[in-house]
């Protein structure tokens, strides 16, 4: 239970956040407003027992700040990569459908494995089990980078 | 200053533009669905944030900035989402993904 409240406030802060940053407002009327609001939605999401570790990933987030600055610059170089791909004359594609391991022990980490993949030009994860994800890739090369496992691994380090 | 910040800005707004372009060249250019939705990932990953890098340099206000930003996160988690959904449903759906040696196009 004591995680419970932890993913509690973390909803709390992140729709008091959110608020303060899309309204821009500082009146202190208005801030006791915005207070009473952002409880009222937590206590609401309480009651839906929506408030859980996959909402509220707290205890991965400082990982996953580390893993995300890598996985931009994965994403820059694939995009060159496509996009030469695209563009160069004669199409020098060799697409191939597989299914790659995947070794997070959560459903949480799988799907951010997944949609690591997805978000990288280049290959498309089609369908996600525990234990192994469907790639589909645009380029041989494409999938044997993926297969080195890196992103993988870095996957599994996110999650702990 | 608001030069600088000025050619700054239109080197990302125009190198955005490319990578969106190349995104719409690709899905005419790619034989088959499935390899038509590498390069669309052009355009919703460099393409997006090349142009909202541009965008936010234009803003006036940090307000407008912080929306602009929250806009690239949510394409972040909502983008891949919804061609996971996409390619899944395609291939339960019994599509066959075209391979290199099979040679004709089966648009």
New interface residues.
């Given amino acids: 239970m004591g995680g419970k409240l932890v993913h509690a406030i973390s909803l709390y802060a992140a729709l008091f956040g959110l608020w303060l940053?899309?309204s821009?407002f500082f009146e202190p009327f208005l801030l006791i407003l915005a207070l009473v609001c952002c409880a009222f939605v937590v206590a609401i999401a309480h009651r839906m027992d929506v408030i859980d570790h996959e909402g509220q990933p707290v205890h991965i987030t400082w990982r996953l700040l580390t893993y995300l600055p890598w996985l931009a610059v994965q994403?820059?170089r694939a995009?060159i990569d496509?996009?030469r791909?695209?563009?160069s004359p004669g199409?020098p594609?060799?697409?191939?459908?597989k299914w790659v391991p995947a070794g997070q022990r959560s459903d949480l980490g799988t799907v951010i494995y997944?949609?690591s993949i997805?978000?990288?030009?280049?290959?498309?994860?089609?369908?996600?089990e525990p234990g192994r994800i469907?790639v589909?890739a645009?380029t041989r090369d494409g999938m044997a980078a993926l297969e080195k496992g890196d992103m993988d691994a870095r996957v599994r380090a996110v999650e702990g | 200053m608001s030069v600088l910040l000025d050619i700054l800005s239109w080197l990302l707004l125009m190198a955005g533009s490319f990578f969106v372009v190349t995104g719409g060249i690709g899905l005419v250019r790619m034989p088959d669905f499935f390899t038509r939705l590498h390069p669309s990932g052009l355009v919703d990953t460099m393409g997006a944030t090349l142009i909202v890098a541009g965008l936010v340099l234009q803003a006036e206000e940090w307000q407008v900035s912080v929306k602009l930003l929250l806009v690239l996160v949510f394409l972040y988690l909502t983008g891949p989402t919804a061609t996971h959904a996409v390619a899944h449903a395609a291939l339960v759906g019994g599509l066959k993904p075209w391979t290199k040696g099979k040679g004709k196009d089966q648009d």
């Fill in positions: 940053l899309l821009g994403i820059v995009n496509v996009a791909c695209t563009l199409r594609i060799d697409p191939i459908l997944a949609n997805t978000l990288t030009p280049g290959t498309v994860s089609t369908s996600a469907q589909h645009l």
